[in-house]
């Protein structure tokens, strides 16, 4: 694949994640959190039953492969969700925008670790854009204020921010095990067959808490609109956005990859002040440009590198 349509998927990828974050909070308002996740990869798996079927050429599938999408859709799809919904619960808005702005980092050092993938000073520039612009617009956000009655509520919130934080901590380190061992998968299984299968995975593992919370669930209170959005949701996060990130990963090293993280907020924004009526700082336009300018120190090829060598190796 042409290495400028990679990095296209990779920053629509992170765009369309961006997006449907932004756009997702009447959902949660309307929906609870598991059954809102169980009705997401039920339609997504509706939507690719093609895409489980195995292509003729593709080699039948080893014990560690399965292992690893296994692995992909646990970490990646369940356990970051939970992480990152109770961690931000526990925390303030502002400490998890400066946890989460460290994925491209951790993204970078995993890569390093187990792909032993070779990240030039250039992309650890690019990785710490990336970090300090996604750090700058969460710095440059203002705390809602906390509606705490009493004492001893406020000590129990403020006790709490560290296992809040811990939390975001585990909720990074999912999101890098993703997309390394995404990188991974796309060295033996297509695109499409792994968003199928990491998606079937992340059915199986939600459904008994989806079961639970729908049987407790007045669906009939949800208003049509909500029922579009969920739509739109299921397809963008369980389809589209892990298609093209998967089909980005395998052309593009796993280091490089992860500084497109970045269009996660700026998309976010920009659907804040196009659809939300939010504004933005001139700090946070800022940060924005900082972390940009790493997507385009990441993208940029290396002098004298040829034309033909792999990505994250020595030409």
């Not at 400490?95 to 792909?115: D, K, R």
Request: aromatic share 10%; hydrophobic share 60%.
């Amino acid at each position: 694949m042409n290495r400028i349509v990679a990095y296209a998927c990779l920053a629509l990828s992170m765009s369309l994640v961006g997006s449907y974050v932004a756009l997702s909070k009447s959902l949660v308002a309307a929906l609870p959190v598991f059954l809102l996740a169980w009705l997401r990869f039920g339609i997504g798996g509706v939507a690719m039953l093609s895409w489980l079927k195995k292509p003729a050429g593709e080699t039948p599938m080893s014990r560690h492969t399965r292992g690893l999408l296994f692995l992909e859709s646990f970490l990646g799809n369940f356990l970051f969700s939970v992480f990152m919904l109770f961690g931000v619960s526990l925390t303030s808005a502002v400490a998890a925008g400066v946890i989460l702005a460290a994925i491209p980092a951790v993204v970078a050092l995993l890569s390093w670790l187990f792909l032993r993938e070779r990240i030039s000073l250039r992309v650890w520039g690019a990785v710490a854009c990336g970090v300090l612009g996604i750090a700058l617009v969460s710095l440059s956000k203002q705390e809602l204020p906390a509606q705490v009655s009493s004492g001893l509520q406020a000590d129990l919130a403020s006790n709490n921010a560290w296992l809040g934080n811990l939390l975001l901590v585990g909720a990074v380190l999912c999101e890098a095990s993703y997309a390394v061992i995404g990188k991974r998968l796309t060295g033996v299984l297509g695109p499409k067959r792994i968003t199928a299968l990491i998606n079937l995975w992340g059915f199986v593992l939600v459904t008994p808490l989806g079961l639970w919370a729908a049987w407790h669930f007045d669906f009939s209170g949800v208003a049509p609109s909500a029922w579009v959005l969920l739509l739109f949701y299921s397809l963008a996060a369980s389809v589209w956005s892990v298609w093209l990130w998967m089909t980005g990963l395998k052309t593009i090293a796993a280091n490089r990859a992860g500084v497109f993280t970045v269009f996660l907020p700026v998309s976010a924004a920009a659907v804040g002040v196009a659809v939300l009526g939010e504004t933005l700082t001139g700090l946070q336009m800022g940060a924005f440009t900082i972390a940009l300018t790493g997507v385009v120190l990441a993208t940029l090829p290396s002098p004298g590198r040829a034309a033909t060598a792999p990505d994250g190796q020595a030409p």
